[in-house]
């Protein structure tokens, strides 16, 4: 029965998840297949792990090898995807002016990070620094990128996804309330929804909403909170091409050992994330330059996203009973804190001194 409503639930997903690609290629809207479908794709990647932490936690591990070699690859091979997404020009261009924050604040949290969870609370390392990863860059796909590099677990990806998840959809409402209680301005907010939200898609959901509550001071101050933020969110996202190519440096002998030697420092970066930044310069310089091109590259990117999203119910399919017996509420905590204190140090920052 189990492996009936395995096939059923990942059959389903797949097919919707096309469904949505097909609907973006045509220019369609989601609301135009329907009010449920549009619910849908607007919280696909929720949805998704959701359905694999339900799946794992009623019915145990399914198909295990399958489920091992999808939540790997289909990563990798959807952070090359995200690749032609980018553009070098285009995201310097959009964060030059918070690039030495997005760098101090970037580096900071990974720092503080790995002081709460793995020297207070003993996390083991590879949840912690992924913990740390999602919340210092942009939630899910700085995780997605960063845990092939550390041959993360399946189980420290489930984890570390779930602690992010769970802080985006409660910083989607919480924020904009306390920006507006707190008066800040369009760009304040913006700045601080980019660098204290985790995901791109929550950091544009309480920016547009900000905005929506405060058209005068929009048209007023000249600037939008959603433009702003997103600006230097996707600056941000650049960074996931240095954190991956750093991170094998940080954990050298531990990913020595766990391979019983050492190897080159060239051979500790992985080859997915050598294609992913050759995807960001053949877009920036060859696909970039011709109208064909263009489509290539937003296609690629369109249908990397969607991958991503299925990619977590394979992950959210490796969190157990046994598993999480095993983690425990430490995690949740150290992702709770250190979100609070980058909240709180940005907001400050911000405020009085930006």
């Given at each position: 029965?189990?492996?009936?409503?395995?096939?059923?639930v990942a059959t389903g997903l797949f097919l919707a998840l096309m469904?949505?690609?097909?609907?973006?290629?045509?220019?369609?809207?989601?609301?135009?297949?329907?009010?449920?479908?549009?619910?849908?794709?607007?919280?696909?990647?929720?949805?998704?792990?959701?359905?694999?932490?339900?799946?794992?936690?009623?019915?145990?591990?399914?198909?295990?090898?399958?489920?091992?070699?999808?939540?790997?690859?289909?990563?990798?091979?959807?952070?090359?995807g995200l690749g032609f997404g980018m553009t070098l020009a285009s995201?310097?261009?959009?964060?030059?002016?918070?690039?030495?924050?997005?760098?101090?604040?970037?580096?900071?949290?990974?720092?503080?990070?790995w002081l709460i969870g793995y020297k207070v609370l003993k996390v083991?390392?590879?949840?912690?620094?992924?913990?740390?990863?999602?919340?210092?860059?942009?939630?899910?796909?700085?995780?997605?990128?960063?845990?092939?590099?550390?041959?993360?677990?399946?189980?420290?990806?489930?984890?570390?996804?779930?602690?992010?998840?769970?802080?985006?959809?409660?910083?989607?409402?919480?924020?904009?309330?306390?920006?507006?209680?707190?008066?800040?301005?369009?760009?304040?907010?913006?700045?601080?929804?980019?660098?204290?939200?985790?995901?791109?898609?929550?950091?544009?959901?309480?920016?547009?909403?900000?905005?929506?509550?405060?058209?005068?001071?929009?048209?007023?101050?000249?600037?939008?909170?959603?433009?702003?933020?997103?600006?230097?969110?996707?600056?941000?996202?650049?960074?996931?091409?240095?954190?991956?190519?750093?991170?094998?440096?940080?954990?050298?002998?531990?990913?020595?050992?766990?391979?019983?030697?050492?190897?080159?420092?060239?051979?500790?970066?992985?080859?997915?994330?050598?294609?992913?930044?050759?995807?960001?310069?053949?877009?920036?310089?060859?696909?970039?330059?011709?109208?064909?091109?263009?489509?290539?590259?937003?296609?690629?990117?369109?249908?990397?996203?969607?991958?991503?999203?299925?990619?977590?119910?394979?992950?959210?399919?490796?969190?157990?009973?046994?598993?999480?017996?095993?983690?425990?509420?430490?995690?949740?905590?150290?992702?709770?804190?250190?979100?609070?204190?980058?909240?709180?140090?940005?907001?400050?920052?911000?405020?009085?001194?930006?």
């Amino acid at each position: 029965m189990n492996r009936i409503i395995y096939v059923v639930v990942a059959t389903g997903l797949f097919l919707a998840l096309m469904t949505g690609f097909v609907v973006e290629l045509m220019g369609m809207k989601p609301i135009d297949l329907g009010v449920g479908f549009a619910f849908f794709m607007k919280h696909a990647s929720p949805i998704s792990l959701a359905l694999g932490l339900i799946f794992a936690l009623v019915w145990g591990k399914t198909y295990p090898e399958f489920t091992k070699l999808m939540s790997k690859k289909m990563l990798q091979y959807s952070v090359i995807g995200l690749g032609f997404g980018m553009t070098l020009a285009s995201a310097i261009a959009s964060g030059k002016e918070g690039m030495l924050f997005t760098i101090a604040s970037v580096f900071g949290t990974l720092l503080i990070g790995w002081l709460i969870g793995y020297k207070v609370l003993k996390v083991d390392w590879q949840t912690s620094y992924l913990i740390s990863s999602g919340t210092a860059i942009c939630g899910g796909s700085a995780i997605a990128a960063t845990g092939p590099v550390i041959k993360a677990k399946s189980e420290s990806m489930s984890v570390a996804l779930g602690v992010v998840f769970i802080l985006n959809a409660i910083a989607l409402f919480i924020f904009p309330a306390i920006g507006d209680m707190i008066g800040m301005g369009m760009k304040e907010f913006g700045m601080w929804a980019a660098i204290a939200i985790h995901d791109t898609s929550s950091v544009v959901g309480a920016g547009a909403a900000f905005d929506a509550s405060h058209a005068d001071m929009m048209a007023q101050e000249g600037v939008s909170a959603l433009e702003t933020a997103t600006a230097i969110k996707l600056t941000r996202a650049l960074w996931i091409v240095v954190l991956a190519i750093v991170t094998p440096f940080f954990f050298r002998k531990r990913l020595a050992g766990d391979e019983g030697g050492k190897k080159p420092w060239y051979k500790t970066v992985p080859m997915f994330i050598v294609w992913f930044v050759v995807a960001i310069l053949l877009n920036t310089f060859i696909l970039q330059g011709f109208e064909g091109g263009q489509a290539v590259s937003k296609y690629v990117s369109m249908l990397a996203k969607h991958c991503i999203t299925l990619s977590l119910f394979f992950i959210g399919c490796g969190l157990t009973k046994e598993t999480l017996k095993a983690v425990g509420i430490r995690p949740l905590i150290q992702g709770v804190l250190l979100w609070v204190v980058i909240s709180v140090v940005s907001l400050g920052y911000i405020l009085w001194v930006g």
